[in-house]
């Protein structure tokens, strides 16, 4: 039997958890670990298929709400269970509807030639700035009604919203300093654009929805700033690591980018295949409202459960052969990368619809496009989070750009 080491600090966990994951599905589908986050509290770690879904499903034996350490409390929706919950995802449904979202699409399209020409105009170019970062930050705030020049401002706040959910987990809070000041200035500045609408027409993105229910009494001032946390989570981190991971797999698996390229319409299949293998978002948190026993482990009431989201999605119980990429596997789209139940991801529909729409712009740049031998992509070091911190790639001209040259 492999001993078992769950160490949240470790860098080859953070970056290579899939041998890990291998163990725990095994051997101990719950795993205890004793004094396991930075604050010495115990972790219970959950990572079977079936475990991890009933887990997330079951809101009446498992608890969103998360964060005791009342400096970190932060009302977001993530970490609230019904009754508020539920009235609050229903006014998030209402502001993020499927028919907004379908609407979205030429406005993004036309956000992503603009992101996609800038990061190609030079002969080299670091990607997850230029574009998988830039894309989905542009879209957000438009969405929430940020101007663009505080766009430094929004992504210091974007990430102090993923600190404060890597801090839930049990991160040592030192490592992310200023997370919680950048946190309050965020949703003071929400407060302030929200005052400023009041009254005035709506432009038919989501501040504006959010104003109306403020208006019509749904929404308390408090809860408009949660919701806008809630939609920076929902729209940002899983969509981010998406775009780079998966330019990356294109750029180096050449059957795979030809077939894509020459069957667009099996991009959807790449995008549900690469949630399942290579989950952005690894894991989430629960806690048990009343001591309960799961293979023969007893979990404490309060205790903090890491449900682990991309061990799940690697299950061989529910996907065979699951450490192999396939886009006609059949039932990939059961993965669990956007959740489950009641606190689904409120922004799946938008990070699909970006990275459909992204991984069809590159398709045409594609051969332009490769990683550059002298500096190799690195990975990200985030807790819970699976994807590319920088990925340099060399840009080759286009016919256009060579015509204008010799012109």
């Not at 990572?47 to 079951?58: A, E, F, I, Q």
């Not at 030639?113 to 002969?123: H, K, P, Q």
């Amino acid at each position: 039997m492999t001993a078992i080491t769950i160490d949240l600090t470790d860098l080859e966990y953070r970056l290579n958890p899939w041998p890990t994951y291998e163990v725990l599905r095994d051997q101990a589908p719950v795993h205890h670990v004793p004094g396991g986050t930075a604050a010495g509290e115990d972790l219970y770690v959950i990572s079977r298929y079936d475990d991890v879904s009933n887990t997330l499903r079951d809101k009446k034996t498992f608890s969103n709400q998360v964060i005791t350490d009342e400096r970190f409390n932060v009302p977001v929706l993530v970490n609230r269970d019904a009754p508020e919950h539920t009235r609050l995802r229903r006014n998030a449904n209402r502001a993020f509807n499927a028919k907004l979202v379908r609407n979205l699409g030429s406005w993004v399209q036309t956000v992503i030639d603009e992101v996609l020409a800038d990061a190609l105009a030079g002969d080299r170019v670091e990607w997850v700035e230029a574009f998988t970062t830039t894309l989905p930050l542009r879209v957000v705030s438009d969405m929430l009604g940020i101007p663009r020049d505080r766009k430094d401002d929004f992504r210091r706040w974007t990430q102090a919203v993923m600190n404060m959910f890597a801090v839930a987990a049990g991160m040592d809070p030192d490592e992310v300093p200023g997370f919680l000041e950048d946190l309050l200035e965020f949703g003071n500045y929400m407060g302030e654009l929200a005052q400023e609408r009041k009254g005035k027409p709506n432009r038919g993105d989501i501040l504006g929805a959010l104003v109306e229910e403020h208006e019509a009494g749904q929404l308390s001032q408090d809860e408009l700033t949660i919701m806008a946390w809630s939609f920076i989570a929902a729209g940002y981190e899983t969509t981010m690591n998406l775009l780079g991971g998966g330019l990356r797999m294109l750029l180096t698996d050449p059957a795979l980018a030809k077939r894509l390229t020459t069957e667009p319409d099996r991009t959807e299949d790449f995008i549900e295949e690469y949630l399942r293998v290579y989950s952005p978002i690894q894991w989430t948190l629960r806690r048990p409202t009343e001591d309960t026993e799961l293979h023969g482990v007893r979990i404490p009431q309060g205790a903090l459960v890491h449900v682990v989201i991309g061990a799940a999605n690697r299950d061989p119980r529910r996907f065979p052969a699951p450490d192999a990429f396939d886009i006609d596997r059949d039932n990939k789209s059961e993965h669990l990368a956007f959740g489950a139940g009641p606190h689904f991801c409120p922004g799946s529909a938008l990070a699909r619809l970006l990275a459909g729409l992204a991984f069809r712009s590159y398709y045409p740049v594609l051969d332009r496009l490769s990683i550059d031998p002298e500096d190799p992509p690195r990975l990200r070091t985030q807790q819970g989070a699976y994807g590319l911190a920088r990925m340099s790639l060399l840009v080759s001209r286009g016919p256009d750009d060579r015509k204008d040259r010799t012109s």
